[in-house]
């Protein structure tokens, strides 16, 4: 199955008219059902299952494809997320010394999908986007996605906030890593 194909579906051949649309579904599929392994020679191919498929050799389960979405220029999609201080991270930023800057709201350009439901609307998950310490990574400066701030991540934490999109709307997505999310941290 891929963009623009057909899928053949208990004998009914179905169309697909939306790219991103059956990527997000798939990737909700993956998250749902881990079962077959399948090779690829890429290994960010948002197809590839089982989940954990894109997890670094480090990761032992996976429940989470992250992902983000472009639009018709190649502009990751951004959504506002709370994020809620918790007291073990502010007594950790002043035993470290570390900068106790810190904002009431941010924004990510990471996904996690919650759910997909008819003409190509989702339910996304915004996820804090962290660096290997576990820290948050803080990806605009001014108002302005700062590429070398994303290149900082490698790891998620779940948010709490959600956003609804029609996935109609965008012309790429790309996945980004397989990953656990404790979705009961939140």
């Known amino acids: 199955m891929g963009c623009g194909r057909n899928e053949e579906v208990g004998g009914e051949v179905r169309r697909h008219d939306n790219c ?4 997000v579904r798939a990737i909700r599929r993956v998250q749902d059902i881990r079962e077959e392994v399948d090779c ?3 290994r960010t191919d948002c197809f590839l299952t089982p989940l954990g498929s894109l997890v670094s050799p480090a990761r032992q389960r996976a429940n989470t494809r992250v992902f983000m979405l472009l639009d018709e220029k190649g502009n990751p999609f951004k959504a506002m997320f709370n ?3 918790r007291i073990e991270e502010d007594e950790e930023r002043t035993n470290s010394g570390q900068d106790r800057r810190d ?3 941010c924004f990510s ?6 759910n997909v439901f008819d003409n190509c609307c989702a339910t996304l998950q915004v996820l804090e986007p962290l ?3 576990g820290r948050r990574v803080d990806l605009f400066k001014d108002g302005k996605l700062d590429l070398d701030e ?3 991540v490698e790891n998620f934490r779940a948010t709490g906030t959600c956003v609804t999109v029609d996935l109609k709307c965008f012309c790429g997505i ?3 890593r397989d990953v656990f999310i404790d979705c009961d941290e939140d």
């Open 131 to 133: 660096d290997r310490r």
């Open 103 to 105: 904002c009431a709201t």
């Open 174 to 176: 790309q996945c980004v």
């Open 40 to 42: 690829d020679d890429c």
């Open 20 to 23: 991103i649309c059956e990527v």
């Open 109 to 114: 350009i990471f996904f996690r999908v919650q």
């Open 150 to 152: 994303v290149c900082r």
């Open 83 to 85: 994020r809620r201080r």
